[in-house]
């Protein structure tokens, strides 16, 4: 009988951290229209943006992908490796 509660708690813990973790992106990501809207505001700050990776693009000298979050779509250049299309 304890076997079955301390599985069940544990069960029930790693599920409502999971959905925890996920809220927690949706609160701590900026919104990609707040970043068009105001650009001067996050213009050499690190932040965080949630969404969904719709193009992924590598030239000679430069790479970039573009993020669309249910509010819009920016462009995000790097020297890391691009992520897939589709990705979270």
């Known amino acids: 009988?304890?076997?079955k509660v301390l599985l069940l708690t544990l069960f029930f813990s790693l599920v409502f951290s999971n959905v925890g973790c996920?809220?927690?992106h949706g609160i701590?990501?900026?919104k990609i229209k707040d970043i068009l809207d105001h650009p001067r505001d996050y213009q050499?700050?690190?932040i965080t943006v949630y969404g969904t990776v719709t193009n992924a693009v590598s030239l000679l000298v430069i790479k970039y992908y573009e993020?669309?979050?249910g509010s819009?779509?920016?462009k995000v250049?790097?020297?890391n490796?691009?992520?897939a299309r589709g990705r979270n």
């Open 72 to 74: 819009g779509s920016i």
């Open 77 to 79: 250049v790097t020297d």
């Open 1 to 3: 009988m304890k076997a």
């Open 67 to 69: 993020v669309q979050d």
């Open 28 to 30: 701590t990501a900026t």
């Open 44 to 46: 050499s700050k690190e």
């Open 81 to 83: 490796l691009l992520p």
């Open 22 to 24: 996920d809220a927690a």
